[in-house]
């Protein structure tokens, strides 16, 4: 059995953000040499996701006003959280509603992906550097 | 390490539904002839997802009631993904409350379950062929 | 390549609670000997879930305020559900949001997390005794 593990870095200049990863994690496939096995994407923070979707602005747009409305930045004081001194209390449940991570099938040496499927880090508290983390499995 | 890779396909006659695919996931898992692994089973759409709960009639339809407030079909305007001409930007947010992916163990050559899991396909925009990617490794 | 199997076993006295098992995952890590792989830690009970999230009590009050207004365990008349003459028509749709699983990346022996991750087995449905699985595959 194979294993390869890489790490990306983001830092986003905003609070809330996406950004299409699959050419980086596909990348991270082909410098493995797995031919068959799994890749695992997950963020590495725990404000932050990955998740399978499709590369449409409108889309994208759409995921954050919904969001929004389901966990609210403000007020602040709406999260015993935020008591600590962060005011990422919204964060922590955006990330959860969208995922910490993707498991991706590699077949033939590459991303067993539908025709849609796009890999995307979802940043729920940008403004700082994160990691997401690539993990393979396979032969 | 042994690989196996299979596609179910579905074609709903409605927009919403839900299908037990235990039975076809298991059939997977035997032919495949691993002992101890993992499998994983996606949607390769992005308006469609694989989740494990119960097989109850009413939960299902709990299931429905419940994303349909939580990102109701209509209007459709509500939605900027919709502006490509789409009628299913709705659609993309219920999958993705409701999971792309499960993985589920395998031991001693069988579906490593509690006693109540079931695996679903979930379908949100539904009246065209779809599918679902089984990925299997193990030994 | 290896596999090591576990259950965990929970019974919360309360009908919803969070508990970390960071500590159990990473001693079957250890115990398992795989030094590159992946562990998959899941619920085998429905109305249950396993996710990755920081351990802060704010946090987790905050988790539950907000889960308990997505879906509501009152009035048990809401879920077809529980026509069954269950209870829990809730439980099973808090469990959908939170996730079934998480996969964790095994690197050098120990699980490869970012800086604030902890697994928690989160309940829906307590007062019973519920298992948690613990696959791991690697080398």
Do not use: C
């Not at 409305?69 to 005011?87: F, I, K």
């Amino acid at each position: 059995m194979k294993s390869f593990r890489k790490e990306l870095i983001f830092d986003l200049p905003v609070r809330m953000g996406f950004i299409n990863i699959t050419g980086e994690v596909a990348a991270a496939v082909r410098e493995s040499g797995v031919e068959e096995g799994m890749v695992l994407v997950n963020a590495m923070h725990i404000t932050a996701s990955v998740f399978i979707n499709d590369d449409e602005p409108g889309l994208l747009h759409d995921y954050g006003v919904w969001l929004e409305e389901l966990a609210p930045h403000e007020p602040l004081s709406n999260y015993h959280h935020n008591r600590t001194g962060e005011d990422n209390g919204d964060a922590h449940i955006k990330r959860q509603v969208m995922g910490r991570e993707v498991v991706v099938a590699i077949t033939q040496g590459r991303l067993d992906f539908g025709p849609w499927e796009q890999i995307f880090y979802g940043e729920f508290d940008g403004r700082r550097r994160k990691r997401v983390l690539v993990k393979i499995i396979g032969e």
